[in-house]
């Protein structure tokens, strides 16, 4: 009977680890996932010049569907970007140091990975935090900025959408490469 391996009856401490980074693999994945479909809804949501309302030398621009959008991609991936950050220190942290040339390289990788995830995170709060400011309603007399009113450039969205997916991957792949020493022990 060949269902009856050494893999199919781990054990139990083994199967749980498995577990545990399935799942947070999973739920990393999922907020990644949900922040980039939020930023697809933004965009095609978001604030238009035919939304706006002129009274006089004042303009009123009322909250857009992209302002809910954005808020909800922001905090998905600053969830993912915590989480994952908090799991790679974690582990990274805690290990002890392999001596070798291969154990270098890869923990360079891996330092350039997280790296690359707090850049791309960093630029993608920049831009989401922006956008959906603007997004929001804008009243009559205040505006956005100095009583003007001011809308989010196309593709605002479709550019943080492509940076949360860079953030992910990166803050992803980095987490797993720190964890596959978990799941040899």
Do not use: H
Not at 18 to 28: A, E, K, P, S
Not at 51 to 76: E, N, Q, V
Not at 144 to 159: M, N, P, R
Request: net charge positive; charged share 20%; proline share 1%.
């Amino acid at each position: 009977m060949k269902f009856l391996d050494s893999n199919f009856f781990m054990e139990g401490e083994e199967r749980y680890r498995r577990c545990v980074v399935t799942l947070l693999i999973f739920i990393l994945a999922s907020l990644g996932a949900v922040s980039f479909a939020s930023c697809i809804a933004a965009e095609i949501n978001r604030a238009e010049k035919g939304d706006m309302k002129i009274d006089g030398k004042f303009c009123y621009l009322p909250r857009s569907g992209a302002y809910k959008y954005g808020i909800t991609a922001l905090a998905c991936i600053t969830g993912a970007q915590l989480i994952g950050g908090a799991i790679f220190c974690g582990n990274f942290c805690s290990r002890k140091k392999k001596r070798g040339i291969l154990s270098r390289i890869l923990n360079q990788i891996k330092i350039l990975l997280y790296g690359l995830s707090w850049i791309s995170f960093g630029c993608v709060v920049v831009l989401l935090g922006t956008a959906t400011s603007m997004n929001g309603e804008q009243p009559y007399g205040e505006g956005w900025l100095d009583g003007e009113c001011y809308f989010a450039k196309k593709q605002v969205y479709i550019v943080s959408a492509i940076l949360i997916l860079i953030s992910s991957t990166s803050t992803l792949s980095a987490m797993v490469l720190t964890m596959s020493g978990i799941l040899r022990r």
